[in-house]
């Protein structure tokens, strides 16, 4: 997905795609398919799920803000999160019980917007946050977590310097990064992080852990993975 309400689709593995025209020309930001559904959002609140394919989509309405990311774990339960520019508002969570059909939303502690999210299960998630405090200054980032379905969110690390991605293992072995290389590690969900040297000053969007490893994408054409070391999993 990407600028102007596009969207494309493949059904073979990545081999070919083709494009489909969902009902909005807001730019998508963030795209989860939650097996065979598939959930899209963007800007200006852009909420919408499709039941076959991207053939016809079912538009939420639930807020007005910008929302930056979606996941799933499972077909029913999915989350997407975001927020207002500039803190104007508290950062939200829009949670879905029903595979997107129905959509509430939550309040988080922290003036701001989420810029990532991950759950390893119902319960467990966390959130990586663009905070501006109460007098709206200037950001910080903050990684939040809930052990209640994203109900509340208890604060985990706080940083200077702007977090935009956040994954964790189901072992509780975890990465965050962010601006200007910021890269963090746990390997007890969360209650510790502890800063690693990626080697890299460009800016850090995506994350991913999987077989042991944790995956790092960003700005120019970074990318960078870590894998365990006497020391700890160290980029």
Same mark, same amino acid.
């Given at each position: 997905?990407?600028?102007?309400?596009?969207?494309?689709?493949?059904?073979?593995?990545?081999?070919? &795609?083709?494009? /489909?025209?969902?009902?909005?020309?807001? @730019?998508? *930001?963030?795209?989860? =398919?939650p097996?065979? %559904?598939?959930? !899209?959002?963007?800007?200006?609140?852009?909420?919408?799920?499709?039941?076959?394919?991207?053939?016809?989509?079912?538009?939420?309405?639930?807020?007005?803000?910008?929302?930056?990311?979606?996941?799933?774990?499972?077909?029913?339960?999915?989350?997407?999160?975001?927020?207002?520019?500039?803190?104007?508002?508290?950062?939200?969570i829009?949670?879905?019980?029903?595979?997107?059909?129905?959509?509430?939303?939550?309040?988080?502690?922290? &003036?701001?917007? /989420?810029?990532?999210?991950?759950?390893? @299960?119902t *319960?467990?998630?966390? =959130?990586?946050?663009? %905070?501006?405090? !109460?007098?709206?200054?200037?950001?910080?980032?903050?990684?939040?977590?809930?052990?209640?379905?994203?109900?509340?969110?208890?604060?985990?690390?706080?940083?200077?310097?702007?977090?935009?991605?956040?994954?964790?293992?189901?072992?509780?072995?975890?990465?965050?990064?962010?601006?200007?290389?910021?890269?963090?590690?746990?390997?007890?969900?969360?209650?510790?992080?502890?800063?690693?040297?990626?080697?890299?000053?460009?800016?850090?969007?995506?994350?991913?852990?999987?077989?042991?490893?944790?995956?790092?994408?960003?700005?120019?054409?970074a990318?960078?993975?870590g894998?365990?070391?006497?020391?700890g999993?160290?980029?």
């Amino acid at each position: 997905m990407g600028d102007d309400g596009t969207v494309v689709t493949s059904t073979d593995g990545g081999e070919t &795609w083709a494009g /489909v025209q969902p009902p909005t020309d807001e @730019d998508l *930001l963030a795209v989860a =398919a939650p097996a065979p %559904d598939t959930v !899209v959002v963007g800007a200006a609140g852009t909420l919408l799920a499709s039941r076959d394919g991207a053939g016809a989509w079912q538009a939420a309405h639930v807020t007005a803000d910008d929302l930056h990311c979606v996941t799933f774990v499972d077909q029913a339960h999915g989350w997407a999160g975001g927020g207002a520019t500039y803190g104007e508002t508290r950062a939200q969570i829009v949670r879905t019980v029903d595979g997107g059909s129905s959509w509430r939303t939550i309040d988080l502690p922290v &003036w701001g917007r /989420v810029r990532d999210l991950c759950f390893i @299960d119902t *319960l467990h998630g966390w =959130a990586a946050v663009e %905070d501006w405090g !109460v007098d709206g200054d200037r950001p910080q980032g903050s990684l939040l977590a809930t052990a209640d379905g994203g109900e509340t969110w208890l604060p985990q690390w706080t940083s200077p310097v702007g977090l935009l991605a956040v994954t964790m293992g189901p072992d509780g072995s975890g990465w965050a990064c962010g601006e200007r290389g910021l890269t963090l590690q746990t390997a007890d969900g969360g209650a510790t992080w502890t800063a690693r040297d990626a080697g890299t000053d460009s800016t850090l969007r995506a994350a991913e852990v999987t077989a042991g490893e944790a995956w790092l994408a960003g700005a120019d054409g970074a990318i960078l993975v870590g894998r365990p070391t006497a020391g700890g999993p160290t980029p």
